[in-house]
């Protein structure tokens, strides 16, 4: 198969919100084209994408990221084996260890915990218990369980979000997955200045005649029209999963929580979740392409057009720039949008519903992918 990347490229307008605080709580920000632009940071909303995954794949094909890994592991293992139930935690200790990874005595906690967050999938822990459990019957544990090959075991059957984001272990690099996701900061296409809201709360059971508040306090927020990008290497993923199907079914499903998904700061003081206003969906052979350069200058709403119709026409004219300049023209393209105000990018692929574009990205996938194999 022939090199495939999608380029995914959203504007999104959000009201008063809080969607990513840094440790002061305030909105986080960047500073773009000399100016301050509201940002959303790219682990933001990985996990909104992540934890959307679960609207559309079935919980086998999921990881989970914890330190508590021997607690999930023994719990598996008792799963599997109740009769192994008193020995689970310490099979499972012996079991982490023999894969290379580092665990730590329990001081508050009531099993051993790793020193950084593990990536692992519900098969990879349904494995590794398969050999703890073996292990068990053996004279020398450690041997068997290396016998075994466990690390093995810990370095197959990835889950699709582990396939898309990767995985970093600190203690044995050779278990390492490059991610086939790249997530870009979302950036406002326009400047934004931080406010306030300053708000009281009263006492329900304040009988007295006393004046004044139970609380008082104040919340940060901002409001903005963001610019949001990912880009998806089908053939790294190929390589993760190692299946056609599953790839297309990876694709599909981060397209569509991608699109769909929201980081949830704050969510229940702004009720802020929204739907963006277009998906431009590009699939190249080439490289990925990064389309931020349309608002390096400000978008400036005026009496005549707000600042989604002023972003959509400068997002437009940069990836036709690019096409010009650089000869980068998709294999494929498609765009999902609401309202007059992105009309324009109709220029840039087929008008589609999200339910389209996801199938027909799907299948366009699904063809290179087999191809490949």
């Keep these: 198969m022939s090199r495939t990347m999608i380029d995914i490229h959203v504007l999104q307008t959000v009201p008063p919100s809080n969607l990513n605080r840094d440790d002061t709580g305030s909105p986080k920000t960047a500073v773009y084209g000399g100016v301050r632009r509201s940002r959303v940071s790219s682990q933001a909303w990985k996990r909104a994408t992540r934890v959307d995954f679960e609207s559309h794949l079935d919980s086998s094909e999921l990881g989970t990221r914890t330190k508590r890994v021997v607690e999930w592991l023994a719990e598996e293992i008792t799963a599997q084996a109740p009769e192994l139930e008193s020995r689970a935690t310490e099979l499972a200790t012996e079991t982490i260890k023999a894969v290379g990874i580092e665990v730590k005595a329990p001081e508050k906690e009531t099993s051993p915990q790793s020193g950084y967050l593990l990536f692992l999938s519900r098969r990879q822990i349904q494995n590794l218990a398969g050999a703890a459990i073996e292990a068990a019957e053996a004279d020398d544990v450690n041997k068997a369980l290396k016998e075994a090959k466990v690390k093995d075991l810990a370095d197959r059957e990835?889950?699709?979000?582990?396939?898309?984001?990767?995985?970093?272990?600190?203690?044995?690099?050779?278990?390492?997955?490059?991610?086939?996701?790249?997530?870009?900061?979302?950036?406002?296409?326009?400047?934004?200045?931080?406010?306030?809201?300053?708000?009281?709360?009263?006492?329900?059971?304040?009988?007295?005649?006393?004046?004044?508040?139970?609380?008082?306090?104040?919340?940060?927020?901002?409001?903005?029209?963001?610019?949001?990008?990912?880009?998806?290497?089908?053939?790294?993923?190929?390589?993760?999963?190692?299946?056609?199907?599953?790839?297309?079914?990876?694709?599909?499903?981060?397209?569509?929580?991608?699109?769909?998904?929201?980081?949830?700061?704050?969510?229940?003081?702004?009720?802020?979740?929204?739907?963006?206003?277009?998906?431009?969906?590009?699939?190249?052979?080439?490289?990925?392409?990064?389309?931020?350069?349309?608002?390096?200058?400000?978008?400036?709403?005026?009496?005549?057009?707000?600042?989604?119709?002023?972003?959509?026409?400068?997002?437009?004219?940069?990836?036709?720039?690019?096409?010009?300049?650089?000869?980068?023209?998709?294999?494929?393209?498609?765009?999902?949008?609401?309202?007059?105000?992105?009309?324009?990018?109709?220029?840039?692929?087929?008008?589609?519903?999200?339910?389209?574009?996801?199938?027909?990205?799907?299948?366009?996938?699904?063809?290179?992918?087999e191809e490949r194999s």
């Design 158 to 369: 990835h889950s699709v979000d582990i396939a898309l984001f990767g995985r970093m272990v600190a203690d044995q690099a050779d278990i390492n997955v490059d991610a086939a996701a790249q997530v870009a900061h979302a950036i406002s296409v326009h400047p934004v200045e931080t406010e306030f809201d300053y708000y009281t709360a009263v006492d329900d059971r304040n009988q007295d005649h006393e004046t004044g508040a139970g609380m008082i306090g104040t919340v940060e927020f901002n409001s903005s029209t963001l610019y949001r990008y990912a880009t998806l290497d089908v053939n790294r993923l190929a390589d993760n999963l190692g299946d056609a199907t599953a790839v297309r079914r990876a694709v599909e499903a981060f397209l569509e929580s991608f699109v769909r998904s929201m980081p949830s700061g704050k969510q229940n003081t702004f009720a802020n979740r929204t739907l963006p206003e277009a998906v431009v969906v590009l699939a190249r052979e080439s490289q990925p392409i990064n389309l931020v350069g349309a608002f390096e200058n400000p978008v400036w709403e005026s009496v005549h057009s707000g600042r989604v119709k002023r972003a959509a026409d400068a997002l437009l004219e940069e990836a036709q720039e690019i096409e010009r300049a650089y000869g980068e023209q998709p294999i494929d393209s498609w765009v999902t949008r609401v309202g007059e105000d992105t009309a324009s990018l109709d220029e840039l692929g087929s008008n589609v519903s999200l339910n389209e574009m996801v199938t027909q990205l799907g299948e366009l996938v699904g063809t290179r992918a």
